[in-house]
């Protein structure tokens, strides 16, 4: 298990990050995404720490706050070191009824990182992240608040997830341009059926040296090799919950090279999934979750997996995205200062 820095900073995290989601669901959505256990979390918790993975990460809206809940108290139950793991929880989503209970403004991200810190029974968290762009909150009253967490040392790093290249951007200079504390990371979603982010969002984050951890690199299952083109033949999570957005028809070609370079590696299709985002130069840390100790297993021996240059050229070319203006244009003028 390979450890990197995430983007401009000094922590270092594990290439592979152990995502929390499948922890504590009961009725509804979150019974869909998972319905773990204290016992099943704290053995999933333990597979990846005994692996190498220092990773985790959760959300206060993960099933109502059950996730940080139980993975606080998988810390405990396992006696893992505080300063071994690196805990990262996210801020946004309704946590209330009111409308002052969801979003980023000061007021909620002040008030949900003390109740995320209860639950996980810490005093400080590694990495808060906004877990989305709040589009009713200036942009600069997020970072004061998210500057004011770190100045009181209840957080230590800032990160974004799922905002516009435009965004984050704009994040950053009003950071600089304030002296408020930087951003670092962003979690966004990126596979070999999503690779849109390489538009905007990648040269951004090589630009201004930012990480990327990587949120569903199997498309939500899609890619595990469970399924058929048309991500119907199984009984996995798609079939109740089809997310995130798969092109059926590129998909098809995807899954084709996937499965010929997972034969002649001797690997899984999830492995050569996973495996390619670890070659990716943008990619910091590659989110996996499970809700079974022999799932978990299998994604990590992704890290195992040494993709040759033809192993690449084929997912490359099942995979490419289309080109699309300004990228064509700045490509051929860019030719003139090489």
């Given amino acids: 298990m390979r450890m990197r820095s995430l983007g401009r900073s000094g922590l270092f995290v594990s290439e592979l990050c152990l995502g929390t989601m499948t922890f504590g669901g009961s009725e509804g959505f979150w019974g869909q995404i998972g319905r773990l256990g204290q016992d099943e979390a704290d053995a999933l918790v333990k597979t990846a720490f005994d692996a190498g993975i220092n990773f985790i990460d959760t959300a206060n809206v993960y099933a109502g706050g059950m996730s940080e809940r139980i993975l606080g108290q998988s810390l405990k139950n396992l006696g893992i070191p ?3 793991v690196v805990i990262a929880t996210k801020v946004l989503g309704p946590m209330g009824e009111g409308p002052n209970a969801r979003g980023a403004s000061r007021g909620h991200i002040l008030s ?10 810490l005093d400080h968290i590694d990495l808060y992240q906004i877990h989305g762009f709040d589009p009713a909150t200036p942009i600069t009253e997020t970072l004061e608040a998210l500057d004011t967490l770190v100045r009181h040392g209840h957080v230590r790093y800032l990160g974004l997830s799922n905002w516009a290249a435009w965004q984050v951007m704009k994040a950053v200079g009003i950071a600089e341009a304030r002296r408020l504390a930087p951003i670092v990371s962003l979690q966004a979603y990126y596979t070999l059926v999503g690779r849109d982010l390489e538009r905007e969002i990648a040269p951004m984050l090589t630009s201004e040296d930012i990480g990327l951890m990587v949120w569903s690199p199997l498309a939500g299952g ?16 798609r079939t109740t919950f089809d997310f995130p957005p798969v092109d059926r028809t590129r998909g098809a070609g ?8 997972a034969g002649a590696k001797g690997c899984s299709v999830a492995q ?3 495996a390619w985002l670890l070659h990716r130069e943008t990619v910091t840390s590659v989110i996996i979750g499970a809700k079974r100790v022999k799932q978990l297993q299998d994604n990590l021996g992704a890290t195992a997996v040494r ?4 192993d690449l050229a084929r997912l490359d070319a099942a995979t490419r995205l289309p080109p699309e203006y300004p ?12």
């Fill in 112 to 121: 949900q990182c003390k109740a995320s810190l209860a639950r996980l029974g």
């Fill in 307 to 310: 993709l040759e240059a033809d």
């Fill in 82 to 84: 505080r300063d071994d």
């Fill in 272 to 274: 050569v999934a996973l």
């Fill in 222 to 237: 899609y890619l595990s090799g469970k399924y058929d083109a048309e991500g119907t033949q199984a009984d996995g999570r």
């Fill in 254 to 261: 995807t899954l084709e090279a996937m499965r010929a370079v």
């Fill in 327 to 338: 990228g064509w244009m700045l490509e051929r003028q860019g030719a003139y200062r090489a």
